[in-house]
Structures are given as C-alpha cells and as structure tokens.
C-alpha cells in the first residue's frame, strides 16, 4: 500500500509543479523575471557592484496553480569576479491525505526548493566563465523526501554590441528518494544576445536536453530613456519532456537603482496567464 501511495505521489509531484512530466521541473522554470519576460531567454547579471532581487509568481494557474517565490544576490567581488547566491521554492497545491484506516489527517502540500551559489569570472576583457553549485531539494509526501546536487558552466565571448555563449546546465546526480531515483533536466545551451542600438537588446536561445528533448527561445527588450523597459518573447518547448511552447510579455521600470519587473505567459493551455513580479535594488 505504501509503495502504491508513493508512485501515485511521486506522479503527482512531478507533473504538478511545471504542468509537464519532468522529474526536478523546477530547475527548467525561470527565476528570474526579466528573462521570463524574453521567452525565458538566460540572462547573465549586468550589475555594476551589487544586485539583490526578489520574485513571487504564480505558475500554470489554469493547470497546475503552483506557486513560486524567492531571490538572488550578485555582488562583484572585483572587476573580474562576481558572486552570486539563490534561493527559490516552488509550492505545488495541497491535497489530502488519511491515515491507513482512511481517517482525514489533513492536508500535504508538496514542494520544490533550490539553493545555488555560483562565480563569474573574467578571463580576458573578452572571455567569460560562470559556474554554479546548486542543491535541489524536493518534497511529495510527508515521508518521502529526495535530494540532488548539481551544477552550471558557462563559457562565453563578449563584446560591447554582442555576445555568445555556451553551457551546460543541472549536470550532477540523480534526484534520488531512497530506494528510487530519477534523473535532472539535464542541459546543452546554446546562448546568444545583440545590441544594434542603445536601449535594444534582442537574445535567443536553443536547449537540447539530454532526455531527448529541444527548446528554443527568443527575446526583445526595448528601454527608454533608462527608465522604462519593454519586453515580449516566444518559447518553443516540448509539453512532455521540457517547458511547453508559450509567449511572453513583460513590463519593467527602474530608477535610482530601485527596478520593479513584471511576467505574464499566453499563447499556451497549460502556461497560460502565468505572472511573476520582481524587485530589487542595484548599483
């Protein structure tokens, strides 16, 4: 019986927190609510010294209605190293759970919790390398808990209108709860960004995923007058094995170093009216 309520849990977890069927979905999903905006499109931290943010959003509200929260920190060290930390969770909906005797007990609700620290270095005035350590932690029935350690690397090429750059991302262990274990999403990326004229940045991305998936992204991003700053961008996805196909929008302002971001998905049955809004603080 034990085992039974376990896989049906497990089924639940795994599909719940991202709409799709990916085991440790939650490191698939942005966190960040710029790149959100842009068709989930990786951003690399372009802060001067220091750069804290936080984020609340709600995921797939139609399908899954999962609810995700947390922030980062990037503080550059030097003029060649950067540090970062973060932290997020995903909540997914409660359910019910009973006793073996079928006694209401109460309520579950099963979660996701990832915890990074990484570095950005700068080999040459052109050359980049960023890596990142992180901790996944996922939680689907009071009695079953499943860890996993993984890690980013990033090697990229920059120049003052453009830049490239490829990764590889969630390499590490399996998600493991026990005597079971799954594997991460793990990643080749392919990243690249242009900037034909001041304020534009336009960015795109591929994903092949190593279950045997692809993804592909890109993004715009139009500011005016360092203010006010425009955003929209389409994702290719694939609803069984990565983040379904969907479109972005999204809003941001900033001034004296305060910026307040705003997300919104459409184009997608499962994705459809997502939001995540962001703020923080930098200079």
Known sequence: MKRLFFIASLLISIAAPAAFAQSGSALLIPSDTRAMSMGGVALRPDAGKLDVKAFYGSWAPKTADNTMFGGDVFFRASERLGLSLEGRVFQDKPYDISSAQGMARGQFRPSEMVLGLGASFAATDFLSIDVKARMFSSTIAENYKGNAF??????????????????????????????DSYALPALAALDASVRPVAGLTVAAEADYLFSGALMAALGVEYTIAEIVSLRGGFHYGDAAKALPTFASLGLGVQFAGVHLDAAFLLGSKTLGNTMMFGLGYSF
Do not use: T
């Open 150 to 179: 993984c890690g980013d690397l990033r090697v990229g090429y920059e120049q003052e209108m453009f830049s490239v750059g490829l990764s590889g991302r969630n390499l590490g262990s399996k998600l493991s709860y026990g005597a």
